[in-house]
C-alpha cells in the first residue's frame, strides 16, 4: 500500500526559503490530488490548496498566494512545497495529503515536517 | 466560504461512555446529484499525523472500529463513539471538501473523565 513519505525537519532563518518533499514510497502518487496542510504548534488544521496530479494545476486558498508554490516531480512520484520569504509565523508542521478522485476526503497523510523559522 | 463549526471544543467522558460531537456548516454540503453530503471526520494524536475515520458523513473509513459512527446530512453533523477507549483520547476535526476552500473545523479536543 503506498504511503506518502515527508522529508526531514527544517530550520530557516527569517527571509529564508524552505522546500518540503512529499514522496510515494514505491510507487507513484496514486491519488487525483495532494493536498497541502498547515498546523501551526498547538493549533488546528489550515488547508493550504492543491495540486491536481493529472492536470498538474495548483490552486492556493486565500493567504496563501505569492509565497507558496506546489509542484510535481515529472514521474508523479514526488510532490514538493515551496515557500520562500519566510516569516516566524510560518513556523509549523506541514503534510501532505492524497485525495483520490470522487471525493472520499483525504485518505492519505504524509507524517508531517516542522519548519521552525528563527533568527 | 463554507466555514464548519464544531461544539463543543472540548469533552471528557468516562470509559465506556458514549461521546458526541457535533459540526454544523455555514451552508448545505449535500451535493444533490449523488446525494452525497462531502464532509468528513478526522482523528488527530499528538505528534502524528490526522486519520481519516469518516467520509461522505457517515461511511467509515477501511479498518476503522465500528464504535465510530457519523451523522447527519445538509448542514448539521455528528461523530459518535460508543463505549469510548483509552486509545480514543485525541483530537478530532470534521471538515467539508464540497467547495474550496476545503476549511476544517476547529478541532474538539477528547478526554477521559
Known amino acids: 500500500q503506498v504511503q506518502l513519505v515527508q522529508s526531514g525537519s527544517e530550520l530557516k532563518k527569517p527571509g529564508a526559503s524552505v522546500t518540503v518533499s512529499c514522496k510515494a514510497s514505491?510507487?507513484?502518487?496514486?491519488?487525483?490530488?495532494v493536498n497541502w496542510v498547515r498546523q501551526a504548534p498547538g493549533q488546528g488544521l489550515e488547508w493550504m490548496g492543491w495540486?491536481?496530479?493529472?492536470?498538474?494545476?495548483?490552486s492556493y486558498a486565500q493567504g496563501f498566494k505569492g509565497r507558496f508554490v506546489f509542484s510535481l516531480d515529472s514521474s508523479v512520484t514526488t510532490a514538493y512545497l515551496q515557500i520562500s520569504s519566510l516569516k516566524s509565523d510560518d513556523t509549523a508542521v506541514y503534510y501532505c495529503?492524497?485525495?483520490?478522485?470522487?471525493?472520499?476526503?483525504?485518505?492519505?497523510w504524509g507524517q508531517g515536517t516542522m519548519v521552525t523559522v528563527s533568527s | 466560504d463554507i466555514v464548519v463549526t464544531q461544539s463543543p471544543d472540548s469533552l471528557a467522558v468516562s470509559l465506556g461512555e458514549r461521546a458526541t460531537i457535533n459540526c454544523k456548516s455555514s451552508q448545505s454540503v449535500l451535493y444533490n446529484s449523488n446525494n452525497k453530503n462531502y464532509l468528513a471526520w478526522y482523528q488527530q494524536k499528538p505528534g502524528q499525523p490526522p486519520k481519516l475515520l469518516i467520509y461522505w458523513a457517515s461511511i467509515r473509513e477501511s479498518g476503522v472500529p465500528d464504535r465510530f459512527s457519523g451523522s447527519g446530512s445538509g448542514t448539521n453533523f455528528s461523530l459518535t463513539i460508543t463505549s469510548l477507549q483509552a486509545e480514543d483520547v485525541a483530537v478530532y476535526y470534521c471538515?467539508?471538501?464540497?467547495?474550496?476552500?476545503?476549511?476544517f473545523g476547529q478541532g474538539t479536543r477528547l478526554e477521559i473523565k
Open positions: 514505491g510507487s507513484t502518487i496514486t491519488r487525483h490530488a
Open positions: 495540486m491536481n496530479t493529472d492536470t498538474r494545476k495548483p
Open positions: 495529503a492524497g485525495q483520490p478522485r470522487g471525493g472520499v476526503a483525504f485518505d492519505l
Open positions: 471538515q467539508q471538501y464540497y467547495d474550496s476552500p476545503l476549511l
